[in-house]
């Protein structure tokens, strides 16, 4: 079992940057693959963004290659996600989701653990 709390949202202005943080506890982190997701208001869940266990390939949703960038410290348990050169329609709750084994990144059912979410506002 695997804990994760993301942290870092908040009211940003078009243009403007983010980064998000996602605090991961309980078995070791490095073993697992760290996603993150989106969802706005009376829409589905979508992929943003991946990272593989090892750090070395790095999976992109639409619309946010050249803007979105995911890191992790596995010393720290933690995974970023960098968000820079934010639109309004980036505007969503934002979670941070743990990946066991497969090679499928994009697919939100892939996933065994989710945080809470965190909502990201940009404003116009």
């Known amino acids: 079992q695997v804990q994760l709390v993301e942290s870092g949202g908040g009211l940003v202005q078009v243009g403007g940057s983010l980064r998000l943080s996602c605090a991961a506890s309980g078995r070791t982190f490095s073993s697992y693959a760290m996603g993150w997701f989106r969802q706005a208001p009376g829409k589905e869940r979508k992929f943003v963004i991946a990272m593989s266990r090892s750090g070395i390939s790095t999976y992109y949703g639409d619309s946010v290659k050249g803007r979105f960038t995911i890191s992790r410290d596995n010393a720290k348990n933690t995974v970023y996600l960098q968000m820079n050169s934010l639109k309004p329609e980036d505007t969503a709750v934002y979670y941070c989701?743990?990946?066991?084994?497969?090679?499928?990144?994009?697919?939100?059912?892939?996933?065994?653990?989710w945080g809470q979410g965190t909502q990201v506002t940009v404003s116009s």
């Open positions: 989701a743990a990946k066991i084994s497969g090679n499928d990144y994009y697919s939100w059912a892939e996933y065994n653990y």
